[in-house]
C-alpha cells in the first residue's frame, strides 16, 4: 500500500474512534443530566414535567446513536477503497498516549462503545531498530507498563531518564520486549491474555531456554502476578524461564486513593441530589476499582527459583519517616509497594528496595532505580 494510502487509512481509522467516542460521551451526559433534571422534578407536586422530560432526553439519545450508526455507516464504505479494514483498531496519527488513557480509564466498556480505540495485547521491540536488531544471548525481558499507559514509556528520551532496555541490549545483551495492552481490562483478564501470548512466543521454533525476566509498573505488576499464575495453571512453558520478577511502584496491597474514590461514590449515592454524579465513579474501568483492594492470585508454590524483587518510590524525606512512608510515591504507599503485609507463602520477596525523591512515573526512568534493576538482571 502507498504511503499515501497507508496515512488516508489511518485517517479513518482515528475518523472511526472519534466518533465512537463522541456518541458515547453525548449519551452518557445526556443521561446523566436526565437523572439530575430528574432528582429536581421529583421535588415538585405529582413530578410535574418527568414525562416530557424523558422524552426529551430519550430523544437526544437516539438522535446521538442514529448518528453515530450513519457516520460510521458511511465511513465504513471508504474502508475498502482503502484495502484495509479499519472497523477494529485505531492507528496513528491520533496519539498513543490519548489511546492509552482512554484504554484505562473506560478499557472494559471500549470494545462495546469505540472498539476502534481498544488496544490489544501485543508485545513491540524497542523502538530503535539498532536495539531491536541485536541478538539476546542472555536472556528476555518482558516490560509490562502500568494503568493508562504504554510501552514508550520505558523508552522515555528526557534528558534526565535513562532507557534501561537499551542498556541491557547494550551491556549484557538481553532482548528487551514490551507489552502494550488495554489496562482498562480487569486485572486478571489482562494477565491471562500476556501469559497466553508469551506461551505462544515459547512455542516458536526459534525459542530458546535462556532466562526471561519480567519488569513491570504499577499495575503491571498485579497483571504480572496474574500472569504467572495463569501460567502455570494451564502448564505454559514460559513459567520455566523465569528468572527475575521486578515490580516498581506496584500496589500489592491496594491503593488507599482509589478505596478513597470509592467511599466518596458511596457517600454521593446516598442523596438523591448527588446520586446522579456517583455515575461519574461508576464510568472508571473495573482495573481502576480493582486497585483498591489488588485481588490477585497467590504466588505459585512450585516457583522456587524465580526471585521476586520490589521497589518502592518515596517522594520526599522531609517530616516523620511514617507520614511520607505512607504518601509514597504519591500514588502508592511504600507498605503496599513492598507489600510489608503479604505473608511470605502468598508472596516470597527476594529484596526490597526504596528509593526517596523518586515519585510513582519517576520510577520508570530514574538513574537510580534502572542502575538497581539493571544490576538485578545482569545477575550483580
Known amino acids: 500500500m502507498s504511503p499515501r494510502r497507508t496515512t488516508a487509512t489511518r485517517n479513518l481509522a482515528a475518523a472511526r474512534g472519534a466518533l465512537q467516542i463522541g456518541v458515547a460521551g453525548t449519551v452518557a451526559a445526556a443521561t446523566l443530566a436526565e437523572a439530575v433534571h430528574m432528582a429536581v422534578l421529583s421535588t415538585t407536586p405529582w413530578g410535574i414535567g418527568r ?38 483498531r485505531l492507528s496513528p496519527p491520533v ?61 522515555d528520551e528526557a534528558a534526565d531518564a535513562v532507557d534501561l532496555g537499551r542498556a541491557l541490549s547494550m551491556v549484557h545483551e538481553l532482548r528487551p520486549l514490551y507489552a502494550r495492552y488495554n489496562s482498562g481490562r480487569p486485572i486478571e483478564e489482562n494477565g491471562r491474555r500476556l501469559a497466553k501470548i508469551l506461551e505462544r512466543r515459547e512455542l516458536r521454533p526459534a525459542s530458546t531456554d535462556r532466562p526471561l525476566h519480567l519488569v513491570a509498573h504499577s499495575l503491571g505488576g498485579l497483571v504480572v502476578r496474574s500472569a504467572i499464575a495463569a501460567g502455570v495453571e494451564h502448564g505454559h512453558r514460559w513459567p520455566q524461564r523465569l528468572g527475575h520478577v521486578v515490580c516498581l511502584g506496584t500496589p500489592h496491597e491496594g491503593a488507599p486513593l482509589e478505596r478513597l474514590g470509592a467511599s466518596i461514590e458511596t457517600l454521593l449515592a446516598l442523596n438523591r ?108
Not at 437516539?62 to 484495509?84: E, H, K, N
Not at 536488531?133 to 542472555?138: E, F, I, K
Open 273 to 380: 441530589f448527588s446520586a446522579p454524579w456517583a455515575m461519574l465513579g461508576r464510568l472508571r474501568s473495573i482495573a481502576i476499582r480493582q486497585l483498591g483492594d489488588a485481588a490477585v492470585p497467590s504466588w505459585p508454590s512450585s516457583l522456587d527459583g524465580v526471585h521476586l524483587h520490589l521497589v518502592a518510590g518515596c517522594q520526599t524525606r522531609r517530616g516523620p519517616r511514617a507520614a511520607h512512608e505512607h504518601w509514597g510515591d504519591g500514588l502508592v504507599p511504600v507498605a503496599s509497594a513492598l507489600a510489608r503485609s503479604v505473608s511470605p507463602s502468598e508472596l516470597p520477596v527476594r529484596s526490597r528496595r526504596v528509593f526517596d525523591d523518586v515519585g510513582h512515573l519517576r520510577l520508570l526512568g530514574h538513574p537510580d532505580v534502572t542502575e538497581h534493576v539493571r544490576r538485578i538482571l545482569a545477575g550483580l
Open 95 to 155: 496519539p498513543l498516549g490519548v489511546q492509552a488513557a482512554l484504554n484505562g480509564v473506560l478499557g472494559d466498556r471500549l470494545d462495546q462503545v469505540a472498539p476502534a480505540t481498544v488496544l490489544p495485547m501485543r508485545l513491540h521491540p524497542h523502538r530503535s531498530s539498532r536495539v531491536a536488531r541485536r541478538t539476546a544471548v542472555a536472556g528476555d525481558v518482558v516490560f509490562v507498563h502500568g494503568l493508562c499507559m504504554h510501552d514508550r514509556h520505558w523508552q
Open 51 to 88: 414525562p416530557l422530560a424523558r422524552t426529551i432526553y430519550a430523544s437526544v439519545r437516539g438522535v446521538a446513536g442514529l448518528a453515530g450508526q450513519g457516520g460510521d455507516r458511511l465511513l465504513s464504505l471508504l474502508a475498502p477503497r482503502l484495502g484495509s479494514d479499519t472497523r477494529r
